[in-house]
C-alpha cells in the first residue's frame, strides 16, 4: 500500500511465533496512519494502490463506474442537503433533472442546459442555450444569452433576455405563448424570423408591454437606423417624443401638450408660431400668449397675447392686461370696462375716451359707475355734449374716490366761449365771441349793470404753472368800468400791469399804465392831462421821459438837489450826443452845445454870456452888456426908516422899478418910479404911481425906500433897464 510502513521490524508477527498485544497495536497503528496519509491509495487498481472503489455509502447506494457517477437505487440519495451545500457545481456536458431543479443562488451556464421541469428562484445566467422541453416557471431574475422553449415559459419575476433573444422558433418566427404575471424585460434585439433580422414580423399583446424609459438622444421605442428618434419615458405619467436626439413635445403628468416646451402649463402649449389652414373650434376658454415675440398657450395676465376667459377677449402684455372686450360690447384699455356702453382708455398717462351720447378725455380720470380719480391729484377732463364743448376741472382728490367736477369753460353751438361759465344764464362769468370787424370780444356775464370800479375782464399771462392755478397773472390788461353803467352810461378805462424784475411769482403785477374814460394817458398815476407821467427824482435814464423822432431825443429828468431842478436834454445826432438845458428854482440856465450862455438868477437878473453880478449897479451895465436889463430883490425895514435897495451905475442910465410890501394892496403898498442916471452923474427919481404909506428917494447913487406902515415890513423891488 503506498504510504504504509511495516513497524514490526524484527518479525514478530509471524507463524509459529508468539504475538503479543503491543506488536498488533503498533502495527494497526501504522496501517491507520497510511490511510489518513494525504497522499497513496489512489485505487487505481494499480499493485500497492488498490482496486478502483465502486460503490459509496453504508448501504452502497452510490455506484461508481468508469464513466459514470450513479446510484444503485433510484431517486434515494441526495447530493448535500439544505443546512450543508456543496460549494461549487460544474458541468462540462449535459444536465437531466427528472425532478424539481431549485436555484437559491446565481447559476452559470457554461453549455447548453435542458429543463424538463425546472423551477428557478433566483438569478440564472447562462453563456449557452437553455432548452426547456417542459413547462418551467422561472420565479426569480433569469438572465440568459439564448433561451429555446418549446413549451410554455412562465416568468412570475422578471426575464431579462440579452442581446440576440429568440422567443419561438426561427422558422415559423411565431411566439406560442409569452405569459408574465410581473414584468418581462427584453434589453437586446428581439427576432421573430431570424436571429439576424432583429424584427416581429407581428407582435401582438392582450396584457401589458413595458419598455425601458429611453432618454431624447435614446429614446425606449425607435425604428431600425434612426435610433435618436422615438419615444421615451422623462418622469412619472408623462410621455415624450424626440426628433433627432432633441425632445420635440411631450404629454405631461396633467394632460398638458407641450410642443416645444418640456413644461406645458396649459392644455396645448406651443413654443413656437402656429399656422392653421382650416378652421379651429374651441368648446372651452381658449388663450393665445406669447414669450418675447413667440406666440404660445397661457390662461392668465403673465404672459403675451390674447386669451377667452369665459365672458370677456383679454388682451395681455408683459404681466399686465391691456384690454377688454366684455360680453356687452364695451371695451376698456388698461382697465375693466364699466357697463355702460362705452370705450374707456387708461394707461400710464391717465388717459380716458368714453363715450354714449357724451365723449370724454381725461386727465387722472376713470369711470366705474361714476368718474373717479386715479391717483391722488388733481384732474380735468374734456366733454363733448351734443355740440357743445365743455372744459371741467376738480381739485386733488383720493385715489379711488368719485371725482365732483367744475365747470371752467364753455363753447356753445353759437361758438360762444364762456370762461368759467356754463352758458348765458350764470352771472359773474366771460364770455369770449365775436367782437367788431370779425376780432374777439370778452364780456363779462353778469346779472346786473357793472358800478364804477368793477373789473369788466381782463388778459394776463403767466411765464409758467404753478401748485396754485389760481396765482397772480405776471402780467395783465385789464377793462374796469369808470361810471356806474346804464342805459346811457358806459365809461371805461383800461389799466395795464406788469412785474418788476426780481419780483416772485404768486405776487400780484403792479399797475404801471392806464388810458382813462377821457382819452388821457397816465404813466405811473391816475392822468389829469392827455398824457401824465410820474417817475422817480433824479437824472438816471429810469427817470427821463423821452420824446423820440427819427434822428433825435428830447428827455426830460425830473432830479431833485439842492436847487430842485428840472434837466432838458435834446440830443444832437451830428455829434451823437446829448446837450442840456437846466431849469433851477434859484437859477435857470440855458446852454447851446454845451456851453452856458444864459442864467435867470434867484434874484431875477437875467444874466447872458455869464453866470454872475458884483451885486452893485455901477458894475451891472457892464455885466449885462446891453439896454435891456433886469433885476430884482428885497430889503427888510423898520417904519419910518429909508432902506437902500440898490446902487445905480455912475454911467447914463434910466431903469422902470416896481416897489411893493403887499402885492394885494396897491393903493397903500405898491408904486413904480423911473431912476435915472443924467449924463452929468446925478440921480434923479421920478414917481409914476404913488402909494400913500411908501415912497422911494435918491441918497448919491443909492435908490432907497421908506415905508410909514407903523411896523417893520419887507420891501421887494424889480428893475427894468430901459436906456443907457
Known amino acids: 500500500m503506498a504510504g504504509y510502513t511495516r513497524v514490526d521490524t524484527i518479525n514478530n508477527i509471524a507463524d509459529g511465533n508468539v504475538i503479543n498485544a503491543a506488536d498488533l497495536d503498533g502495527e494497526f497503528d501504522g496501517v491507520q496512519s497510511a490511510f489518513n496519509a494525504s497522499t497513496g491509495h489512489n485505487h487505481d487498481g494499480t499493485a500497492g494502490e488498490g482496486a478502483p472503489i465502486l460503490a459509496l455509502g453504508p448501504t452502497q447506494n452510490v455506484t461508481i463506474s468508469a464513466s459514470v457517477l450513479g446510484v444503485a437505487t433510484t431517486n434515494t440519495v441526495d447530493l448535500g442537503t439544505s443546512s450543508l451545500k456543496f460549494k461549487d457545481f460544474y458541468l462540462a456536458g449535459n444536465a437531466s433533472i427528472g425532478g424539481t431543479l431549485g436555484v437559491t443562488g446565481a447559476t452559470t451556464l457554461s453549455a447548453a442546459l435542458t429543463y424538463g421541469g425546472v423551477t428557478l428562484s433566483n438569478a440564472v445566467t447562462g453563456t449557452g442555450n437553455m432548452v426547456l422541453s417542459a413547462s418551467p416557471t422561472l420565479t426569480g431574475t433569469a438572465g440568459f444569452a439564448n433561451i429555446t422553449a418549446s413549451g410554455t415559459l412562465n416568468v412570475t419575476g422578471v426575464a431579462t433576455l440579452g442581446n440576440g433573444a429568440i422567443l419561438g422558433t426561427p422558422a415559423s418566427g411565431t411566439v406560442t405563448n409569452l405569459t408574465g404575471t410581473a414584468s418581462i424585460n427584453i434589453n437586446g434585439t428581439v427576432g421573430a424570423t431570424t436571429a439576424t433580422t432583429g424584427a416581429f414580423t407581428t407582435l401582438s399583446a392582450t396584457g401589458v408591454t413595458t419598455v425601458q424609459a429611453g432618454t431624447a438622444a435614446l429614446p425606449a421605442i425607435t425604428t431600425t437606423g434612426d435610433t435618436n428618434t422615438g419615444i421615451f419615458f422623462p418622469a412619472a405619467d408623462t410621455i415624450a417624443f424626440s426628433e433627432g436626439g432633441v425632445e420635440a413635445a411631450r404629454i405631461d403628468s396633467s394632460g398638458n401638450v407641450g410642443i416645444g416646451t418640456a413644461s406645458p402649463s396649459t392644455k396645448l402649449d406651443v413654443a413656437g408660431n402656429i399656422f392653421a389652414t382650416g378652421f379651429g373650434r374651441f368648446a372651452g376658454s381658449l388663450g393665445f400668449f406669447g414669450k418675447a415675440s413667440d406666440l404660445v398657450s ?219 374814460s377821457s382819452g388821457n394817458v397816465g404813466i405811473g398815476n391816475t392822468p389829469t392831462a392827455k398824457l401824465d407821467v410820474t417817475t422817480g427824482d433824479g437824472t438816471a435814464t429810469a427817470n427821463a421821459v423821452y420824446f423820440r423822432g427819427t434822428t433825435g431825443v428830447f428827455a426830460i429828468y425830473p432830479f431833485f438837489d439842492a436847487n430842485n431842478g428840472v434837466l432838458i436834454n435834446s440830443y444832437n445826432a451830428a455829434i451823437s450826443a446829448y446837450k442840456p438845458m437846466v431849469f433851477q428854482a434859484s437859477n435857470w440856465g440855458w446852454n447851446v452845445n454845451g456851453t452856458r450862455k444864459m442864467d435867470l438868477d434867484s434874484s431875477g437878473n437875467l444874466l447872458v454870456g455869464t453866470t454872475s453880478t458884483s451885486g452893485s449897479v455901477s458894475n451891472l451895465a457892464s455885466v449885462l452888456g446891453g439896454t435891456f436889463k433886469s433885476f430884482a430883490g428885497s430889503v427888510a425895514t423898520t417904519s419910518g426908516t429909508a432902506a437902500t435897495l440898490f446902487t445905480a451905475p455912475t454911467a447914463f442910465s434910466s431903469y422902470l422899478i416896481t416897489v411893493w410890501i403887499n402885492a394885494d394892496d396897491v393903493a397903500n403898498y405898491q408904486l413904480v418910479a423911473i431912476v435915472s442916471t443924467q449924463p452929468g452923474g446925478s440921480v434923479k427919481i421920478t414917481t409914476i404911481v404913488s402909494a400913500s404909506l411908501l415912497a422911494v428917494s435918491v441918497s448919491g447913487y443909492n435908490v432907497q425906500a421908506t415905508q410909514t406902515s407903523g411896523a417893520a415890513a419887507t420891501v421887494n423891488y424889480h428893475a427894468i433897464r430901459i436906456a443907457g
Do not use: C
Open 298 to 516: 397661457g390662461g392668465s395676465a403673465s404672459d403675451t397675447g390674447l386669451r377667452y376667459d369665459g365672458n370677456n377677449l383679454v388682451f395681455s402684455y408683459s404681466n399686465t392686461e391691456r384690454m377688454r372686450l366684455d360680453s356687452s360690447g364695451n371695451l376698456g384699455l388698461g382697465v375693466t370696462p364699466s357697463t355702460s356702453t362705452i370705450v374707456q382708455f387708461e394707461g400710464g398717462s391717465n388717459f380716458i375716451l368714453t363715450g354714449r351720447g357724451n365723449v370724454y378725455l381725461g386727465n387722472n380720470v376713470t369711470f366705474n359707475s361714476s368718474f373717479k380719480y386715479i391717483a391722488t391729484a388733481t384732474a380735468a377732463q374734456y366733454n363733448i355734449s351734443g355740440a357743445e364743448h365743455r372744459w371741467n376741472i376738480a381739485p386733488s382728490g383720493t385715489a379711488g374716490n368719485a371725482i365732483t367736477f367744475t365747470q371752467a369753460m364753455t363753447l356753445n353751438s353759437s361758438g360762444n366761449l364762456y370762461l368759467g361759465a356754463i352758458s348765458s344764464a350764470l352771472a359773474n362769468e366771460n364770455i369770449l365771441t365775436g367782437g367788431q370787424g370779425g376780432g374777439i370780444q370778452l364780456i363779462r356775464n353778469v346779472s346786473a349793470a357793472p358800478t364804477s370800479g368793477q373789473s369788466l375782464g381782463s388778459y394776463a399771462w403767466k411765464g409758467a404753472d404753478s401748485a396754485n392755478s389760481n396765482a397772480a397773472a405776471e402780467a395783465m390788461i385789464e377793462a374796469v368800468a369808470a361810471e356806474n353803467f346804464s342805459g346811457i352810461a358806459a365809461g371805461t378805462n383800461m389799466l395795464f400791469y406788469t412785474k418788476a424784475i426780481g419780483t416772485g411769482p404768486g405776487s400780484s403785477p403792479s399797475e404801471r399804465m392806464r388810458i382813462d
